[in-house]
């Protein structure tokens, strides 16, 4: 799945069901470092679709990071 040509298209849609593709995406390849494709693209899309929907798909793939005092990614 190239998921720059999906990303975009599923934020536009904007449903739940987008959301959790995005999440399966995120859960496969995060998953293998080896395999670094689209995953920023694809974060930022979730996160862009969890403040349109009131979602926290994204929240998984975070880590608090108490260093700055913010989120890290996976």
Do not use: K
Not at 2 to 31: I, V
Not at 60 to 67: A, G, K, N, P
Request: proline share 3%; aromatic share 14%; with cysteine.
């Amino acid at each position: 799945m190239r998921a720059r040509r999906t990303a975009s298209p599923l934020r536009r849609f904007g449903t739940a069901a987008d959301a959790e593709l995005l999440s399966a995406y995120l859960d496969h390849y995060l998953s293998r470092p080896n395999l670094d494709y689209d995953q920023a693209v694809v974060l930022g899309t979730l996160l862009y679709l969890d403040e349109i929907l009131g979602s926290e798909y994204t929240t998984r793939f975070l880590v608090l990071d108490s260093t700055f005092g913010g989120y890290s990614c996976w």
